[in-house]
């Protein structure tokens, strides 16, 4: 069964360095999303991305964050310095069309030390 | 605005009993689509059931089923003979029109031996 990979699993990263988390959607999903889930909390929407562009991003989604669909196949969240309130779980998600379901990655555990 | 509210934080059943974990939402679309996923302690989100808006019949998925309430605005999941598998972190999620996935706070819940 197709399904979404994350890697890395989990990403220990200082504070102010760099960190780009890695997913592959489902080869046919045409919509790809990430959220992220501070540990007990909800989970939040960061940016959508349809047709090789940015369709929405939330205002948690500023000018440190950025995605990028290099190849095709893989969809990069990269952060470019970050703070010790950016450790959360990353999901990145897809769908074939909008008003289906997204499926969902297993996540990237993000610990900013 | 779309939002999503699960006024159960936390709740606990016996196994083999039935639990029905709580969901409104708003919306001003008329076409939405709803879905109640599971977020096991692995922390994977996995899509348990999803209702479209227009359907009125109630989704039912094995042991999942939902009381879909359009008026009302609710949307409740009723799990059956409960097991111990199904520990997990319950989010209600609103898919309106062609827009990201809205979530819950989410609900936990505990089967117990």
């Known amino acids: 069964e197709p399904e979404v990979t994350q890697t890395p699993s989990h990403q220990v990263t200082q504070m102010g360095q760099e960190v780009i988390l890695r997913c592959v959607p489902i080869s046919n999903h045409l919509y790809f999303y990430w959220y992220r889930q501070i540990l007990g909390q909800k989970v939040e929407f960061l940016v959508s991305f349809y047709n090789n562009e940015i369709s929405e991003k939330s205002e948690i989604f500023d000018d440190q964050f950025s995605v990028e669909r290099p190849d095709g196949s893989n969809f990069t969240l990269k952060i470019r310095s970050t703070k010790l309130e950016d450790s959360a779980m990353y999901f990145c998600a897809s769908r074939v069309q909008m008003n289906t379901e997204a499926f969902f990655g297993q996540g990237t555990r993000l610990t900013v030390v | 605005a779309q939002t999503v509210t699960q006024s159960q934080p936390e709740m606990s059943v016996q196994e083999a009993e039935t639990v029905t974990l709580s969901c409104t939402y708003d919306?001003?679309?008329?076409?939405?689509?709803l879905f109640w996923y599971k977020q096991p302690p692995s922390r994977q989100m996995i899509l348990v059931i999803r209702q479209e808006a227009y359907k009125q019949q109630n989704a039912t998925e094995n042991r999942f089923s939902v009381n879909f309430q359009k008026a009302a605005k609710s949307f409740s999941l009723k799990i059956s003979d409960s097991q111990l598998g199904d520990t997990a972190m319950y989010f209600c999620?609103?898919?309106?029109?062609?827009?990201?996935?809205?979530f819950g706070k989410g609900t936990r819940l505990s089967v117990i031996a």
């Open positions: 919306t001003s679309e008329s076409n939405y689509y």
């Open positions: 999620a609103l898919c309106p029109g062609n827009t990201p996935l809205v």
